[in-house]
Every structure is written in structure tokens, then in C-alpha cells.
């Protein structure tokens, strides 16, 4: 690929998103999926204050927001800037792999694993926010207290 748009989504939220890193400078979009913002089933829905952290964090990276099915709006993204090919990070929502697969047929798709936040032994539950909170910060604040440098 040389002329890719990235995709990014709500698990890599960040300035070293990896698709962000690799391609500098490329066009990127962030998708407010309708799906979770109408709330389709209970467990496929976002709060009001998650949607606004996603927001706060988005106004901070280069993208291109934007509301509808993500895969169609990630397609019209890609066509609107002449992309070869779509480049995102990797997820753990189901849902990822389901768009991927939407994307495929279409574009070329690469999928960059980013960095672990922390590493945890044994691999956390993702399941709940709160649990996977619950073993890492014990990880982030024993990597910090052994970091070099003020604190």
C-alpha cells in the first residue's frame, strides 16, 4: 500500500496508535458507529459519558469523524482520498472482526498490533472493564515505582 487511509476505533485512542506511527500524515477516520450510539441490544451500547471521553480524545488526533456503519463509512473515506488499502490496529471487540471481514472484499486491510498498555501474567479477562482495571493498575504502579527518573 502505498496511498492508505487508517481506520481508527475505540481501543487505540492515542497519539501511538500503531496505524498512526506506521503512516504519519495519511488521512484517518473515526466512525461513531449508529449501532452503539442507538444502543441496538443492551450490551451493545455506549454510555453518554463514554462517548464523550471518545470524543475528548479524538479532538487530539488527526482524524476525520464521522457517524453511520462504520465499514460503509470507512469504504466512502477510503474512496473519497483514492486509498489502496485501510490500515488499523488490532482489537479485542468482536465487532472488530466482523467489520474487517466487511472491508476485505473491497480494500487491502493491515492490521497492526499495538503496544500493550502493560503486560499481565496471566492474560487479563476482557470481559469488564473494571476487572482488566483491577490486575493492571497493580502492573502500571509497580512498573512506575521501579521506573528510572523523578516522579
Known amino acids: 500500500m502505498k496511498h492508505p ?16 506511527v506506521a503512516y504519519p500524515g495519511r488521512p484517518a477516520v473515526f466512525v461513531f458507529d449508529t449501532a452503539l450510539l442507538e444502543g441496538a441490544t443492551p ?10 471521553f471518545l470524543y475528548e480524545c479524538l479532538l487530539e488526533l488527526p482524524v476525520t469523524l464521522r457517524r ?23 482489537a479485542t471487540d468482536p465487532r ?7 472491508l476485505e472484499p473491497h480494500l487491502p486491510l493491515q492490521v497492526l ?16 472493564f473494571s476487572r482488566y482495571w483491577r ?12 521506573a528510572p527518573g523523578p516522579r
Do not use: M, Y
Request: aromatic letters at 8%; charged letters at 20%.
Open 113 to 128: 498490533e499495538p503496544e500493550p498498555f502493560v503486560v499481565l501474567e496471566p492474560e487479563p479477562n476482557l470481559g469488564r
Open 5 to 20: 487511509i487508517l481506520w481508527i476505533h475505540g481501543e487505540a485512542l492515542g497519539p501511538s496508535n500503531p496505524a498512526l
Open 96 to 102: 472488530f472482526k466482523a467489520i474487517c471481514r466487511q
Open 135 to 146: 490486575q493492571a493498575e497493580r502492573a502500571v504502579w509497580a512498573q512506575w515505582a521501579t
Open 68 to 90: 453511520g456503519d462504520v465499514a460503509e463509512q470507512v469504504l466512502a473515506f477510503a474512496g473519497a482520498h483514492g486509498a489502496d488499502g485501510i490500515v488499523t490496529s488490532a
Open 43 to 52: 450490551a451493545q451500547s455506549l454510555s453518554l459519558k463514554r462517548i464523550g
